[in-house]
């Protein structure tokens, strides 16, 4: 049993220099998958645009599935398109062979009388499917924050707070999400969303609206309880100060989990712990100073004995 994980649609390269030259084009491409016993079926649809005034010659497509470890094709099959219509769009499915877990590039050219007018390529990642009993294993990504609008004469912040939740085990039961936001040691403020149940491999954004007073900063934290028992909290790496965010500015904050050290940077100019050390940077520049000193003296004293040695030698 597979699960089939889409990434974002991504066109190739080749599909943007075509499209220049070409009225006739690849728009975008559909993938699905078909569990086939230990195996997935894939089924690629390219979609065809004509932006012609005249109706296209009759066209073709070649769809191939590429292994990303080894680069080899694993599948590939050509599939008459006939002719798209003037001012129209037109697709058609095809069906490929089963492949195994993995890293894939689908990749469609479309042709025209043996030239080639255009590509798309997708990724895809195949993964065996969880067991069922297997338990959610809950991680809290980042967290969105929006301010949508200003209250109290500007004195207080609407602001929609929207963690991401990705579950990389099995289902989960019901999940509460809870978000803190907390001002000082005794002001802080809550709110809850219930997400509800998320599918192993899954992943969701949750949302929450606060309206607290804008010119302080704020620690967010975010836990997420299943069936009433918490199974995590994470938390931002530091204040967020609300006045210093625009309305309507999306701002996006990691999440670390609760108790994970954070490693601040270095302050400019500290390369050691010696020379970190209060104190002793001014304490050796004194000792230099005086060393440097004493050295000076001691060639003058030098250089006046030795004078009058010399002009002594000279009256002798």
């Known amino acids: 049993m597979l ?15 075509f499209r220049e030259y070409n009225e006739v084009f690849i728009q975008d491409i559909d993938v699905m998958s078909t569990q086939q016993g230990e195996n997935t079926l894939l089924t690629v649809t390219p979609y065809i645009r004509n932006d012609q005034d005249t109706d296209s010659s009759m066209l073709s497509v070649k769809v191939k599935i590429i292994d990303e470890e080894t680069s080899l094709i694993v599948a590939e099959k050509d599939v008459d398109m006939g002719y798209v219509k003037a001012q129209s769009l037109a697709y058609n499915a095809v069906s490929l062979g089963t ?42 990504t980042d967290m969105n ?11 207080k912040a609407v602001v929609d707070i929207s963690p991401g939740i990705y579950n990389q085990g099995g289902d989960s039961k019901a999940l509460t999400m ?9 002001t802080s403020y809550t709110e809850s969303d219930d997400l509800g149940i998320i599918k192993g ?49 999306v701002k996006n904050y990691p999440l ?3 108790g994970t050290p954070v490693e601040l940077p270095e302050e400019e100019g500290t390369s050691d712990s ?25 060639g003058l004293d030098s250089k006046r004995n030795g004078d009058e040695e010399l002009h002594g030698w000279k009256r002798r």
């Not at 924050?145 to 004195?155: E, G, K, M, N, S």
């Not at 978000?179 to 040691?185: I, N």
Request: aromatic share 8%; charged share 25%; net charge negative.
């Open 99 to 140: 492949v195994k877990p993995g890293n894939y590039e689908v990749e469609a050219q479309l042709f025209q009388e043996g030239q080639l007018l255009s590509s798309w390529s997708e990724f895809v990642t195949i993964k065996a499917e969880l067991a069922v009993d297997q338990p959610a294993d809950i991680l809290l």
């Open 201 to 249: 491999s899954g992943q969701l954004r949750g949302h929450v609206r606060f309206v607290f007073p804008r010119r302080a900063e704020y620690t967010f934290s975010v836990t997420v309880e299943e069936n009433g028992q918490e199974i995590i909290t994470s938390e931002t790496t530091e204040p967020i100060k609300m006045d210093k965010i625009e309305r309507n500015v």
């Open 274 to 298: 010696k020379s970190s050390t209060p104190g002793f940077e001014g304490l050796g520049m004194c000792i230099v100073l005086l060393l440097a000193a004493g050295v000076i003296n001691r």
């Open 3 to 17: 699960i089939i994980i889409l990434s974002s649609g991504c066109s190739g390269d080749s599909k943007d220099v």
């Open 256 to 258: 670390v989990e609760e």
């Open 178 to 186: 809870i978000v803190t936001a907390k001002a000082d040691e005794y």
């Open 145 to 155: 924050l929006v301010i949508t609008q200003f209250t109290d004469r500007d004195a």
